[in-house]
């Protein structure tokens, strides 16, 4: 039960970190633009606008899918308690893989709405009538 406890946590990892960050950078994007921490992308660290509309953004689907992908992770999970560690280890392994697939997926969002509503400089585009 030890193992199965202990790969329980490393399942949820991932999906709690998206909630968690997801949650503060909805409502927060960290005060300057760094290269440490944060959504860092070419045109996300173009100014404070890009800057803040890229963390809003991503934390807004990060809260999303972190939900989905924590449920989605936890409901197999139920289903070998008990069971071998072997299969326990390679469901595990099986699930964290999946959960990075919605984790960098998340990238083409942002970078799509970034470009809508940014030119390459950074600057807020004109509505076209």
Known sequence: ?????????????????????????LNRSPKKINF????????????????????KLIGKIWLILGAITLII???????????????????STLLVMGELVPLFISIIPVEIGL????DKNGNIKEPKD
């Open 1 to 25: 039960m030890g193992f199965w406890i202990f790969m329980l946590v490393m399942v949820v990892l991932i999906p709690l970190v998206m909630i968690i960050l997801g949650a503060i950078f």
């Open 36 to 55: 440490f921490f944060g959504y860092r992308t070419a045109l996300s660290m173009k100014n404070k606008d890009t800057w803040d509309y890229a963390h």
């Open 73 to 91: 992770s936890i409901i197999p999970m139920l289903f070998v308690i008990g069971k071998d560690d072997n299969l326990i280890g390679i469901l």
């Open 115 to 118: 470009n809508r509503k940014f």
